[in-house]
């Protein structure tokens, strides 16, 4: 009896840390995201060639993003569709906004159900858990000039 109180500890540890992690991705999957990390080595080696990168949101443009705009506003969604009309449908796609935390941005979800209403295959949002700021700029990723 005495290790109960032990399991029942690591257990609401293991509870809350799950709960976090649940919490800084809201409803976005694992298997949905692009790591940042990974994205700005891409960029550094110039190994971009098959690679899409969307900025759909009101922040700065990371270095080779198009800059769509914010995609919760009717005219900039209309702008994604139309630019991505020309696109392969097997082209490698990241989407960031950058605005606010991953868990409640407003212009991610419409960018997303786009690619996949127009039958994209290979896309992914870029986890930038807290802000382009803090999750991007701050760490020295590179950014246009």
């Avoid at 009717?74 to 097997?90: F, H, T």
Wanted: aromatic share 8%.
């Amino acid at each position: 009896m005495k290790y109960t109180g032990k399991y029942i500890a690591a257990g609401l540890l293991v509870l809350s840390l799950s709960a976090f992690k649940k919490d800084e991705l809201g409803s976005w999957k694992e298997k949905q995201l692009a790591d940042p990390v990974a994205l700005a080595g891409r960029i550094a080696k110039g190994d971009t060639s098959n690679l899409l990168i969307l900025n759909t949101g009101p922040v700065e443009d990371i270095q080779g993003a198009v800059n769509i705009g914010a995609v919760e506003d009717a005219k900039n969604l209309a702008k994604l569709k139309d630019y991505l009309q020309p696109v392969a449908r097997d082209k490698e796609v990241i989407l960031y906004c950058g605005c606010c935390p991953l868990s409640v941005c407003p212009n991610l979800h419409p960018a997303y159900d786009m690619l996949r209403a127009m039958h994209f295959t290979n896309y992914k949002v870029l986890r930038l858990t807290h802000d382009l700021q803090e999750d991007w700029i701050d760490k020295g990723y590179p950014v246009a000039n």
